[in-house]
């Protein structure tokens, strides 16, 4: 029987889940609220899968999800989230989560994730599967460290994270629009992207895109 942990901070959510994977023949073994309770109950209950809410309070779904992994490596993580934004997805993978299933899914959906994550399986809701496949794919050509920018380029990256056109930047930067184009197109070639959307996006998933 598949042990099971349910984290998620809205009381009915927790337990309505919980009482469907315990209908299905699931074994729920523990609920946590938040982020710090999942991390400090999980040892004591040993469950082969978290179902892990990322939007927690105390400590995030994320991070919960890295330290749980980290204590416990035979304990997969499956994220039940509402969300579908990509640094959320990505983020979550990298913390360690095995899959990453949305809110939306159906019951007999979510006790077969839940029991596919237990034999090992990477199961995600449709459409965030190819996004995961594609980070990876991108990783195994840069390396998990992308070649460094160089200030300058930084300082542009910075700038096309917050919306400024080329004409902008070099306006606001007092450099000659080739000249900034040249730093976006070095950008573009060291981390293995394809063009200004995917470039806005990476600077936006760094946190380029905040105020100093």
Do not use: C
Request: aromatic share 2%; net charge negative; glycine share 8%.
């Amino acid at each position: 029987m598949v042990r099971v942990m349910v984290v998620d901070d809205h009381p009915i959510w927790r337990e309505g889940v919980a009482r469907d994977l315990a209908e299905r023949g699931l074994e729920v073994v523990a609920t946590a609220p938040d982020g710090a309770a999942a991390v400090r109950i999980a040892p004591a209950v040993r469950p082969d899968v978290v179902l892990m809410d990322l939007q927690l309070p105390e400590l995030s779904g994320a991070e919960a999800t890295a330290r749980i992994r980290a204590d416990l490596p035979g304990t997969r993580v499956l994220v039940l989230s509402a969300s579908t934004e990509h640094g959320d997805v990505l983020g979550a993978v990298r913390a360690g989560a095995s899959g990453y299933l949305v809110k939306s899914a159906g019951h007999e959906e979510l006790v077969a994730a839940v029991e596919r994550t237990a034999a090992g399986h990477a199961v995600f809701s449709p459409g965030l599967a190819g996004l995961v496949l594609g980070e990876y794919r991108r990783l195994e050509t840069t390396g998990p460290d992308a070649p460094a920018l160089t200030p300058r380029e930084t300082e542009v990256l910075r700038l096309v994270a917050k919306g400024l056109t080329a004409r902008a930047i070099a306006a606001r930067l007092t450099l000659s629009h080739r000249t900034v184009e040249n730093h976006v197109q070095n950008s573009l070639r060291k981390l293995q992207l394809t063009n200004r959307v995917e470039l806005t996006r990476y600077a936006i998933e760094q946190g380029l895109d905040a105020d100093d």
